[in-house]
DNA sequence: TCTGGGGTCCTAGGACCC
DNA sequence: TCTGGGGTCCTAGGACCC
């Protein structure tokens, strides 16, 4: 039989700020930006916040005047880092297989360490007592036979919960939780299962996979079928095979100029470029996103029949996509730049293209990223980046 | 209230090939 | 002149998660 552990960081952010600045202990504490800061969203509301009301990615305005006295904060994300690396380390003292999931979340295979450890309840609540005592921070630990069903029990009794599924309960343990705690159902979907009819999982329970499929398609309803039943084999932390690289910002201002859309392509382009230099990928299809001012969202791709060579190769290839999308005179809130389908930069091209102009580019561009490495506090940018 | 940034996966339609 | 079925790749949009 398997044993899982999902451990979960309590209000991650929130709770390093408060570990670090202790007189904010037992205060609302709110990560994500400055009262003032325009489209900012809350990161992370500390369980003090959370009584207002407020909760991640909720307008920070919103935030400010739910409670205007809560401390505000925009975040450190290399601290933030930091600390999750400690605690990774310390869950990879009682699994050697431990899943990370992101910065606050991880997935411990515990299968056949009863013999090692003793029963998994305890072994659970010895690790949220090293954790705390190492590094300050509580963690809700979520233990069951698979991971789909750890992963929502460690959600159910934070802060510094345990929450234990034994093996066969997994169906009872479905078929009392609310529709809103199944993971992998979000707003629309709750909405379309509520204008079915289905009001909590015992609703879904007590359907037919066929049933299911006619109403909400055939992946969906197959999903929800087996959900419910606790047989949901959602296998997490196997390697992505289409994996891509991305780099979006929203401006505080519309922007409408074509020298500050193309400034800010470039800067976004430059971003991936640099991310993908240091994953040592490539790829051949960029994407690109527009978030006009009314928040409606268009996207454009392109496969090309080479990879993006250079800096200047993907500046023009974004502003081909630009020019092919963007609605002349719209203000855009968002600009976003994505290589999609990365791979490894090994790979041999297709066909060779001998342009040894590009080769030239690309070589000088591997030694300017390769000086950054060494001296990240040098910072290199095209002249127009410079401004303000 | 007015909506971040980084991702993954799914759907549906079209092109193209066998 | 009308028109199958399967597979693969590509694109745009959307749902969801942290």
Known sequence: MNVFFHVDLDAFFASVEQLDNPAWKGKPVIVGGLPGDRRAVVSTASYEARKYGIHSAMPLSRAVQLCPNAVFV??????????????????????????????????????????LFGKAEDTARRLQEDVKVQTGLSVSIGVAATMYIAKIASGLHKPNGLTVVAAGNESDFMRRLPLEKVWGIGGKTQKRLRDAGFFSTEDVYSKSKKLLQTIFGENTGTFLYEAVRGNEGMSFGEEAKNHSISSEQTYDFDLTDRYAIETALMELSMNVLYRMHKEQVKSRTLALKIRYEDFSTVSVQETGDFSIAHADDMFERCKRLFDRKYEHGRGIRLLGVACEKVYDRQ??????????????????????????????????????????
């Open 74 to 115: 925009r975040g450190r994300y290399r601290r933030y880092q930091e600390l999750s690396d400690r605690i990774m380390a310390i869950f990879a003292n009682y699994s050697p297989d431990v899943t990370q999931m992101s910065i606050d979340e991880a997935f411990l295979d515990m299968t056949g360490t009863e013999r």
């Open 347 to 388: 790979t041999p091209e297709q066909k060779s293209l001998f342009d040894f102009g590009d080769e030239k580019k690309a070589r000088i561009e591997e030694a300017i990223y390769a000086m950054q490495d060494r001296h990240p506090e040098i910072k290199i940018r095209k002249a127009r980046m410079l401004g303000d």
